[in-house]
T-cell receptor, first 111, second 115 residues
Framework: QKEVEQNSGPLSVPEGAIASLNCTYS??????FFWYRQYSGKSPELIMS????GDKEDGRFTAQLNKASQYVSLLIRDSQPSDSATYLC???????????FGAGTTVTVRA | DAGVTQSPTHLIKTRGQQVTLRCSPK?????VSWYQQALGQGPQFIFQ???????QRGNFPDRFSGHQFPNYSSELNVNALLLGDSALYLC??????????????FGQGTRLTVV
C-alpha cells in the first residue's frame, strides 16, 4: 500500500467551477498535511497546510482533513485557467519530519 | 528575501560519472531536505540535514550522499550514475524551531539527465 494516494487524473473542469482533489494516507500517526501546486517544468509551491480536523480556507482554496478516515482534500473554487497544474498531496508523520508525497493529480481548467 | 536556490538548473552526465548538486536554503532556515522527482511521479525523500548532520534518510542507496555546511547550505552527491538517476532533484528548506508547525519550501530544482 502506498503511503499517500491521490485520485487519478487528469481532472478537467470548466472555468468558474469547483475542482475537488482527494488524498488518502496510510500512516495513522501523521500530523501535518500539505498541498503543493506544481506547474509543468517547475518546482512544487506550497499552497495550503492543515494540521487539525475540519476545514481551512485561504482565498479560493479550502483544505479539509479527517484524521479518523485518513483523508485530506482540496477544493478550488471559481477555478481559473491559471489553476491548471499538478497538485501534490504531502503528509508528514511529525513536525519537521520527511514529507511523503502522492503522485499528484493534474488539473486542467478549460476556458 | 532570497528563497531556496539550487545550482545548476540543468545537468547532463554520463553513466558511471559522479555529480554534485548545491542548495542554499531560504534566509533564516536551518534545515535542508533533498527529494528526487521522476517524471510523472511525486517527489521521493532522499535525506534531511540539520546541524550539519544527516538526520533522516529515505530508501536510497549509499551512492547518494550529502553534506551541510555551517552556513546551512547543502550538497547532494551521487556516485556511479545510472540511467535511472535521471530526474528532477529538489531541495527544500525549513526552520527547525518554527513556532507552531514547520513548512518546507522548495527551490527551482536541478534537472539531471544521465546518458
Amino acid at each position: 500500500q502506498k503511503e499517500v494516494e491521490q485520485n487519478s487524473g487528469p481532472l478537467s473542469v470548466p472555468e468558474g467551477a469547483i475542482a475537488s482533489l482527494n488524498c488518502t494516507y496510510s500512516d495513522r500517526v501523521s500530523q501535518s498535511f500539505f498541498w503543493y501546486r506544481q506547474y509543468s517544468g517547475k518546482s512544487p509551491e506550497l499552497i495550503m497546510s492543515i494540521y487539525s480536523n475540519g476545514d481551512k480556507e485561504d482565498g479560493r482554496f479550502t483544505a479539509q482533513l479527517n484524521k479518523a478516515s485518513q483523508y485530506v482534500s482540496l477544493l478550488i473554487r471559481d477555478s481559473q485557467p491559471s489553476d491548471s497544474a499538478t497538485y501534490l498531496c504531502a503528509v508528514s508523520r511529525r513536525v519537521g519530519y520527511k514529507l511523503s508525497f502522492g503522485a499528484g493529480t493534474t488539473v486542467t481548467v478549460r476556458a | 528575501d532570497a528563497g531556496v536556490t539550487q545550482s545548476p538548473t540543468h545537468l547532463i552526465k554520463t553513466r558511471g560519472q559522479q555529480v554534485t548538486l548545491r542548495c542554499s536554503p531560504k534566509s533564516g532556515h536551518d534545515t535542508v531536505s533533498w527529494y528526487q522527482q521522476a517524471l510523472g511521479q511525486g517527489p521521493q525523500f532522499i535525506f534531511q540535514y540539520y546541524e550539519e548532520e544527516e538526520r533522516q534518510r529515505g530508501n536510497f542507496p549509499d551512492r547518494f550522499s550529502g553534506h551541510q555546511f555551517p552556513n546551512y547550505s547543502s550538497e547532494l552527491n551521487v556516485n556511479a550514475l545510472l540511467l535511472g538517476d535521471s530526474a528532477l532533484y529538489l531541495c527544500a528548506s525549513s526552520l527547525e524551531k518554527t513556532p507552531g508547525h514547520i513548512e518546507a519550501f522548495f527551490g527551482q530544482g536541478t534537472r539531471l539527465t544521465v546518458v
